[in-house]
């Protein structure tokens, strides 16, 4: 059988069993499909109610409102007074949001179609993967960066301003960008080598494990992900321990920031499940055996919506100078207190205090 058949054959089957799961990436669903050279078979069919898939995405679209509109108000009280701009821990701390806002809206976008649309276009599939992709890898590594300006602005105060300069955070958020773009972008590569034209004008479920089929994608995914693993976590712990024991010989305003750096941690940990989350759902489902869909969607929310939702309590509601300028804009009210024309770095210093 050609590998043209298999893939009309693979499509047709997902779209008759497209309830099958309950998640947009279906990469590491092995107990439903099974993936063999680039082909997928049923092995196993388990479907929602109706009733329980209009739940889901009615919680998975309330979660994404809410979160989004929390973090856009972060973006517009940044983009609104100058003392946020000109400070790079904020500077970190927006793109970090600004990038789980397209992230999560991307994610939610996948999870509703793979309910209401069944299948769509391959090439438009293709770039909200690659791009939700490049959001979910900019995360842990946005989170390593912000843990190294923590350590120098603690550990280094009297060369916090020469080390980390505006230049220098826009350099870093670059690299961040790259690096997220070398995991990826070698797998669009090698889609548009080996597959044949009538690929990327067909429709399909849209889902990482079923666009990026060759081999080598998938074991060179394993590997990137291992290396991100390694060195975010080296980074963290290196610069968290230092961070503990400079404030457990500090002052105690210094020692409130244990409790950001635990939350800190927490997050970083819940990103970190991206890569190990084929172990993570393995061992929900040696628990609970029979309940395929709900682990997975559990795991769904786990790894795409919950970090997304530490960012702007751990970085936004707890910091006093963001808290106090975003109060107005969170319940759209106008105050005539504070101006965002008379905010100069002059006027408060633009520290995010860590308690």
């Not at 099958?20 to 069919?45: E, K, P």
């Not at 790079?88 to 806002?101: A, E, T």
């Not at 060369?159 to 070398?182: D, E, F, N, P």
Request: proline content about 3%; some cysteine.
């Amino acid at each position: 059988m050609s590998s043209i058949n298999i893939y009309k054959l693979s499509v047709s089957t997902l779209t008759a069993d497209w309830c099958v799961t309950s998640c947009w990436d279906l990469a590491d669903l092995d107990m439903n499909f099974s993936s063999v050279n680039g082909t997928s078979a049923v092995t196993g069919i388990q479907r929602d109610t109706f009733t329980t898939a209009v739940t889901k995405n009615v919680i998975v679209t309330a979660l994404c409102i809410s979160i989004n509109y929390i973090n856009g108000t972060l973006v517009h009280t940044f983009r609104k007074h100058q003392i946020f701009s000109s400070n790079p821990r904020y500077i970190l701390f927006i793109h970090l949001v600004i990038n789980d806002m397209t992230q999560l809206l991307l994610s939610t976008l996948l999870h509703i179609i793979s309910y209401a649309l069944h299948t769509i276009n391959a090439s438009f599939c293709l770039i909200l993967l690659t791009i939700t992709i490049l959001t979910t890898l900019n995360t842990p590594l946005n989170l390593a960066g912000m843990a190294v300006e923590c350590y120098i602005a603690i550990c280094i105060p009297l060369r916090h301003a020469q080390i980390c300069t505006m230049k220098k955070t826009y350099i870093l958020i670059g690299l961040i960008w790259v690096a997220s773009a070398c995991s990826i972008l070698p797998d669009v590569f090698i889609l548009l080598a080996t597959e044949p034209l009538q690929f990327f004008h067909s429709k399909l479920f849209c889902s990482r494990d079923f666009v990026f089929r060759s081999s080598y994608s998938l074991k060179k995914r394993d590997a990137s992900h291992i290396v991100c693993l390694v060195l975010v976590w080296a980074t963290l712990f290196y610069t968290y321990f230092r961070i503990l024991f400079t404030a457990k010989e500090a002052s105690a305003q210094l020692k409130k920031a244990r409790n950001t750096i635990l939350l800190h941690g927490f997050q970083l940990l819940l990103c970190m499940l991206t890569y190990v989350r084929p172990m993570f759902e393995q061992g929900l489902l040696y628990l609970l055996p029979t309940e395929h869909l709900a682990v997975r969607f559990a795991c769904y929310v786990i790894v795409q919506i919950l970090p997304r939702f530490v960012s702007p309590i751990v970085y936004g509601l707890r910091d006093q100078t963001f808290r106090r300028y975003m109060r107005r804009y969170l319940l759209c009210k106008a105050s005539t207190s504070i101006h965002p024309e008379n905010d100069t770095v002059s006027h408060i210093k633009p520290t995010m205090k860590l308690h």
